[in-house]
């Protein structure tokens, strides 16, 4: 039951506590309530399919246990999405560990006395998650499922045979020297992000010594897409200073709680402090020490590239499209305003590449992720034919992108 113009819940009570009942229900313009005194009748009226609002629960319902009452709730269809509010009368740690470690089955929990025109606050600001967060990234998530079209799937077929064919010499040859350097496999395989975040194995021949990976995290201050920003300090507590939070009572929180590093932070504050940290969705390292002698060749002149047409030839990726993403790099691409690049095909060569391939590698984050969402908005068969002849002198650079 929505209440976009403030007409009064419907709240099913659970529990005997007068006092609480008869202020809840003298708020007739915020509450109609329907009571029970007990767990059995409460349920025989869920099942009667009664539309309610929320439902607010005592902790102590004639000696049932309510984390388990509550559990029950929630798996009836009807009430996935229904607020569910416990009201505890007597202060109990270790019941509030338990509640707590409740997450996902019960939304908040209370201690007289309870302020109600808060509580309706609060109630609302639940529902608004479940309806208009939880199904918005539901209704986009289908709204934005990509299937390749089947002039540019047949196309990708027909490209990628003919040229593995042709340049067969060339990778054999690529595979003895990669071997002759260094130990290692030659093909190297990594989890990579593409087309609405299916991860899939991304090929590429070895350019790096074996163990790059784990050397990863000491070079991340040569990043070329840093912003520079100071990290905070990651062994530093987290405090959940939510202007939000503030402006309710003690114990209540604007949106479900996370416990990071021990401590319990809400979730769009938590979020919001990782934005203000800076890290950067990219990683590219400048005269990398990582990269070996014929890796160098082999990436200056996009030979490393090649193995990724047999990722084509099996669906994983197209021809043209934007490039699918380490999982440690998509993870930060989430929100609403960069989520879009994958929504359109993953590819080999793409839009950023032959846009800015010309600055010698360097560009801006924002400036690659803009020119990501262009494509996925845009991209053409046509378009993809334009974009192929315009890579070819690209590959010829010196720089690597």
Known sequence: MENSNHSPLQLLYIGTNEGLINELRDKTDKFNITQFDNG???HKYLNSNEIIDAIIC???????NVLEYVTLIRGNQNFTK??????????????????LAAKGTIDDLYFPPIKTDQLYSRILSIKKYYTEIIDKKITKKEKYEYKIPFLKRTFDIIVSSIVILLISPILIIVALAIRLESKGPIVYKSKRVGTGYKIFDFLKFRSM??????KLAELKHLNQYSNNKTEKDENNNIDNNCQDCAKLPEGQYCSPLLYIKGQKICES?????????????????????????VGNFIRNT?????????????????????RPLPMYEAELLTSDDWSLRFMGPAGITGLWQVELRGKKGVMSEEERKMLDNQYAKNYSFWGDIKLILRTIPALFQKDNV
Request: proline share 4%; hydrophobic share 40%.
């Open 40 to 42: 059995l009748k409460a």
């Open 58 to 64: 005592e902790v102590q319902i004639g000696g049932m």
């Open 82 to 99: 229904t607020p569910i509010i416990l009201v505890a009368f007597e202060k109990n740690n270790e019941f509030l560990k338990k509640a």
């Open 209 to 214: 010594y074996t163990g790059a990976d784990a």
């Open 269 to 293: 504050y938590y979020f919001k402090l990782k934005k203000e940290k800076g890290d950067s969705a990219f990683i590219k390292i400048s005269n990398d020490p990582r990269i070996t002698k």
């Open 302 to 322: 996009s030979i490393d590239e090649l193995p990724q047409l047999i990722n084509v030839l099996k669906g994983d990726m197209s021809i043209v499209g934007n």
